[in-house]
Every structure is written in C-alpha cells, then in structure tokens.
T-cell receptor, first 112, second 114 residues
Framework: DQQVKQNSPSLSVQEGRISILNCDYT??????FLWYKKYPAEGPTFLIS?????DKNEDGRFTVFLNKSAKHLSLHIVPSQPGDSAVYFC???????????FGTGTRLTIIP | DTGVSQDPRHKITKRGQNVTFRCDPI?????LYWYRQTLGQGPEFLTY????????KSRLLSDRFSAERPKGSFSTLEIQRTEQGDSAMYLC????????????FGEGSWLTVV
C-alpha cells in the first residue's frame, strides 16, 4: 500500500532551467509534507517542508506547492544546478503520528 | 559537526551472525528514529524513541531486531541471526518534539549479509 507515490523514477533537466518533481499521496490524514535530497551512500538531507494549512513554501531556489484537493505536491528548483543531481524523496506525516512515510524517490540529473 | 552520527558506516557479516549499529543524535533532540532503506525504495520506518521510551515499532521490526536508547541519548539497533534479506542501509534520525515532523538523518549504516 504505497501511500506516497513518486511516479517518475528519473528526470533530466538542463542546467539553469526549472526542475519540477511531483508527488501524490492517498492518505487524507497526512498534514505535513517534506522533501529530502539524497546522494549515493549518504543519508537523506532535509530540503523543505510544508504544512497542510499552506499551499506554498519557498526557500531560496526551492519552492514546494501543495494541492490538497488533488492530494498532490511538487518541488520546484530554479535555476537548476549540477549539484542538484541526486535522488529526491517526498515524505508525509499525519497529525499526531511520528513516522514519516516516504515515496520511492525521483533521480534528478542536471545536464551541464 | 553536531549532526546525527552513525557507526559503523559499513558492515559485512555472515548470515546468522549478530550485528549492532550505534546512533548518536543531535544533542538537543529528544526524539530518535530508525529507518531502513533498500535499493530503489524510500526509507521505511522501523521504530522511534522519545527520550528513553520506545513509543512505536513497525511490523517490519521482527523479533530478531531490538533497539534501545538507555539514557535517552545514543541508541543501538541490534539484528540477531542476520538473514540476507536484512541487507539494507539502516538510517538513524532525530528531531525535537515540536510541531511539524522535520527529522534529520545521519549518513546511514550499510549492512551486507553474505
């Protein structure tokens, strides 16, 4: 039962352009969403989060958008840089629950 | 560096042996989590502690797995009688018990069971 889905296993984007990573969820109890970035053989690094009371959160080059009615969130990276090449995981948690449920990840490759 | 620290980073063991991983969380964080990640998958929740109390365990955590956090500081995850299916990256994370569940991961401990 995959409650958090990242349907694109990989994405390639030209350096300087916008990268858009997508995530869908099925559990309507989820109220907090996060994006993590992971390099090979390292642990995930927190990037940005959003609460369900918001529909957008921005931090530098990273913006997360949340569409609660569609149960969809996206991460925008602009401009994309070579160092952004990594696997990106979407994660969600429900109110009162401590665990995060992760998607399967999207491998982003930035082409110089 | 005051991030989450895990040891060892890599462990190769023979099937049937016991292994233990250690995690030192960020010093002011009272919550500590263990996750497991296999290739092509996202991290999967195993268990979490608030201070020294283990408050939740996933059904993924079989009887061969035990986690402790004796003084509410560092934690250990022991796997007894390892099986090849235990091969994975074991991730420790920590957080403060405030609103929003942003957790911070360590670099992980790779386990290979041969």
């Amino acid at each position: 039962d995959q409650q958090v889905k990242q349907n694109s296993p990989s994405l390639s984007v030209q350096e300087g352009r916008i990268s858009i990573l997508n995530c869908d969820y099925t559990n309507s109890m989820f109220d907090y969403f996060l994006w993590y970035k992971k390099y090979p053989a390292e642990g995930p690094t927190f990037l940005i989060s959003i609460s369900s009371i918001k529909d957008k959160n921005e931090d530098g080059r990273f913006t997360v958008f949340l569409n609660k009615s569609a149960k969809h969130l996206s991460l925008h990276i602009v401009p994309s840089q070579p160092g952004d090449s990594a696997v990106y995981f979407c994660a969600a948690s429900a109110l009162g629950a401590e665990k995060l449920t992760f998607g399967t990840g999207t491998r982003l490759t930035i082409i110089p | 560096d005051t991030g989450v620290s895990q040891d060892p980073r890599h462990k190769i063991t023979k099937r049937g042996q016991n292994v233990t991983f250690r995690c030192d969380p960020i010093s002011e964080h009272n919550r500590l989590y263990w996750y497991r990640q296999t290739l092509g998958q996202g991290p999967e929740f195993l268990t979490y502690f608030q201070n020294e109390a283990q408050l939740e365990k996933s059904r993924l955590l079989s009887d061969r797995f035990s986690a402790e956090r004796p003084k509410g500081s560092f934690s250990t995850l022991e796997i007894q009688r390892t099986e090849q299916g235990d091969s994975a990256m074991y991730l420790c994370a920590s957080s403060l018990s405030v609103s929003g569940n942003t957790i911070y991961f360590g670099e992980g401990s790779w386990l290979t069971v041969v």
